[in-house]
């Protein structure tokens, strides 16, 4: 589940790809030398409404990257609450 970018900078060596086997089902990335690449820290925990601090209307074609698939906006956000 990797963007084309990503996928093909893996099979070219710039990065490799193994399980965490510190949590299970999850994966953990290293450097060509394996040295572990950090997992990203986890966002803030957001309180109340987020349309009373950002109010623009995000929508599916909010987002339309240039050379790629569009977003699915379902499928994303449904990715960064879990």
């Known amino acids: 589940m990797l963007c084309s970018t990503h996928h093909t900078s893996h099979h070219t060596g ?3 790809i193994g399980h965490d086997t510190t ?3 999850h994966f953990s990335f ?3 030398d394996r040295t572990p690449i ?3 820290p986890r966002p803030p925990r957001l309180s109340g ?3 009373a601090s950002h109010p623009a209307h995000i929508t599916a074609h909010t987002i ?3 050379r790629y698939d569009p977003l699915h906006l ?3 956000t449904s990715v ?3």
Do not use: E, K, L, S
């Open 23 to 25: 949590v299970p089902g």
């Open 49 to 51: 409404d987020i349309t």
């Open 38 to 40: 950090p997992h990203a």
């Open 74 to 76: 379902h499928y994303a």
């Open 80 to 82: 960064m609450v879990t």
């Open 30 to 32: 290293h450097r060509p």
């Open 14 to 16: 710039a990065y490799q």
């Open 64 to 66: 339309q990257p240039a």
